[in-house]
């Protein structure tokens, strides 16, 4: 054979398998674009019902969904189409459809299994009653597969980066474009769902028994983490089920001689020792983690019981979540919608009691009986579903916070808003603190509204600026002044009847400058100190009836981004963020 032959026929070999495997992976791509395209269209009606708690679309659509799912995948997952994923012009599709086709298939196995038997255990009576406790066993089995898809969304979006949505072609834009919901998550927040989720069976006590104590927050006297300690009620898990077992109110929790943990010599210069002699004020310190761990050594010591965590929240929480449910409370015979839960307890409480601890007492009571209500209404896959989603607006908010005593749930919490570490967390050092503590020792909190801003200027700057700002205004009823002593304070914060006193204190970043403070526009001295290698300056405001103040705090923003943690009252939450972008 020629030399020319053997050119010749050696091309038109490499010719025909250039066009076997072209006509291959035409087909194999036509085949996913096919899959893609049901796909799309089985996943359009589930994404609408399940925000709404409804899983029979996806029970009836979820053979087609898996079918639809698997062909996509194998598909894309052949090698000659995998490496097409490099060609110009087709490489952004091809990527594209590979994630979304792997993604789909994996959330179709065991997460919507899981929805599924979620849904089904939740329905009707096997949520629970309030005799039998709130059934949370469903979740704990559902927490591996919530693990897994959270880690599938985090590669999927991983996968999609890079990619642009308005390069695609129709399709394979239309099935991205529908899975844009779950895209949206934030990716920190799906890396601490999986994290959490491995933990859920240890915090639920799966084959065993938990006692957290929930702390019952009351803002009409703020607190830096949010108000006052109200009431304290034991939850119990056991196998899953959560009951309440024990419920105090502040009178039956004494001031201790000495501190329930030893203080530091800057927790004492900064909050004195009430930080650990009273369970009202473990939450001066901004810290929750400490606060925790301070009021878990308290119950200890006045109480006898060791506790394997605990939790906190306040009224605004409770009714947000309670509104999502559906519920209503009902307390000393009285039924209690959630519109009207916070101002029951942040101010009728206290009036229809002349004694402070009969006030502190129909709180705790009041508390419980939220907790009962919730458990009444868990059992309709719709009210959990809204419910979730309040919680987790509650958390993000600042507003519900909690502590493990196992140092494995304690470092999945670790850095997130349920774990609230500003001064302990490994990652919260570049966290700007302004926190408020009332001084009047009343409930005028209730009255007063607090406005938080942040924006950053100087973006071009080496170093932009922080400006944040405070504004307080104070609303009481015209009144006021006849109210009683256990609202208006024992007079020791030096200001007249009806009048309230603030604490404002400005933590800066770790190893940070303090920065600048004017109140109503001009400079204020105040106090300082340091904590945890943060500079602390403290001043004080004092408003009559109708009066209102606002503080301006300048502190640097390294990088042109600002996370500042904040108390939550009655109307602010307890985060901000801000960055040049805004």
């Known amino acids: 054979m020629t030399l020319r032959r053997r050119v010749l026929l050696s091309g038109a070999v490499l010719l025909g398998l250039v066009l076997v495997l072209g006509v291959w992976w035409g087909v194999r791509v036509a085949q996913a674009a096919s899959a893609l395209q049901r796909l799309s269209d089985v996943t359009q009606p589930v994404l609408d019902a399940l925000p709404a708690g409804d899983t029979e679309v996806l029970t009836e659509q979820l053979p087609a969904l898996r079918t639809a799912a698997a062909e996509a995948r194998s598909a894309t997952e052949d090698p000659i189409v995998r490496a097409s994923g490099h060609l110009p012009w087709l490489g952004d599709d091809v990527r594209a459809v590979a994630a979304v086709a792997r993604a789909a298939d994996e959330l179709a196995g065991a997460p919507a299994q899981a929805l599924i038997d979620l849904s089904a255990a939740t329905d009707g009576d096997a949520a629970g009653s309030e005799d039998s406790g709130l059934d949370l066993s469903a979740l704990v089995a559902a927490a591996p597969a919530v693990a897994e898809a959270s880690d599938t969304l985090l590669a999927l979006r991983s996968d999609l980066e890079g990619v642009d949505p308005e390069r695609l072609i129709g399709p394979v834009r239309t099935g991205v474009d529908r899975l844009s919901p779950l895209l949206a998550a934030d990716p920190t927040q799906l890396r601490t769902a999986a994290d959490l989720a491995a933990r859920l069976p240890e915090l639920l006590a799966s084959g065993g028994e938990r006692r957290y104590l929930l702390l019952a927050m009351n803002p009409a006297e703020l607190r830096t983490q949010g108000g006052i300690v109200g009431s304290v009620v034991v939850l119990t898990v056991r196998d899953g089920v959560l009951t309440l077992t024990d419920q105090r109110g502040t009178a039956d929790l004494p001031e201790l001689d000495t501190p329930a943990l030893p203080l530091t010599e800057q927790e004492t210069a900064l909050y004195g020792d009430r930080l650990g002699r009273w369970i009202q004020d473990v939450v001066l310190s901004p810290d929750f983690p400490r606060a925790a761990q301070l009021a878990a050594a308290y119950w200890e010591q006045v109480v006898g019981d060791r506790v394997d965590g605990v939790l906190a929240t306040d009224p605004v929480a409770l009714t947000a979540v309670l509104a999502a449910a559906g519920g209503s409370v009902t307390v000393d015979g009285r039924q209690v919608s959630p519109d009207e839960l916070i101002g029951l307890l942040l101010r009728e409480a206290y009036l229809a009691y002349g004694d402070p601890r009969d006030g502190d007492a129909f709180y705790a009571r009041t508390a419980a009986a939220a907790f009962t209500a919730l458990t009444?209404?868990?059992?309709?896959?719709?009210?959990?579903?809204?419910?979730?989603?309040?919680?987790?607006?509650?958390?993000?908010?600042?507003?519900?916070?909690?502590?493990?005593?196992d140092p494995a749930d304690q470092r999945a919490l670790a850095g997130t808003p349920l774990a609230a570490d500003f001064l302990s967390?490994?990652?919260?050092?570049?966290?700007?603190?302004?926190?408020?503590?009332?001084?009047?020792?009343?409930?005028?909190?209730?009255?007063?509204?607090?406005?938080?801003?942040?924006?950053?200027?100087?973006?071009?700057?080496?170093?932009p600026t922080a400006r944040i700002t405070v504004r307080l205004e104070y609303r009481p009823p015209a009144d006021i002044a006849d109210y009683p002593e256990q609202v208006l304070g024992d007079g020791g914060a030096g200001v007249p009847a009806g009048w309230i006193a603030t604490n404002l204190s400005v933590y800066s970043a770790r190893h940070g400058s303090a920065g600048t403070m004017t109140r109503d526009g001009s400079p204020i001295g105040g106090e300082r100190a340091s904590t945890d290698g943060r500079t602390v300056h403290t001043v004080t405001s004092r408003l009559a009836p109708d009066g209102s103040q606002e503080y301006v705090i300048e502190v640097p923003a390294p990088g042109g981004t600002l996370d500042l943690h904040t108390t939550p009252t009655v109307d602010a939450p307890g985060r901000l963020t801000a960055d040049c972008a805004r």
Do not use: N, Y
């Open 425 to 463: 967390g490994a990652d919260q050092g570049a966290a700007v603190g302004v926190f408020l503590d009332d001084t009047t020792a009343g409930k005028l909190g209730a009255d007063l509204e607090v406005r938080v801003s942040a924006e950053i200027a100087g973006c071009t700057e080496p170093v």
């Open 376 to 405: 009444g209404v868990m059992g309709d896959p719709a009210a959990l579903t809204a419910t979730a989603g309040a919680l987790a607006d509650q958390v993000d908010a600042g507003r519900f916070r909690l502590w493990s005593a």
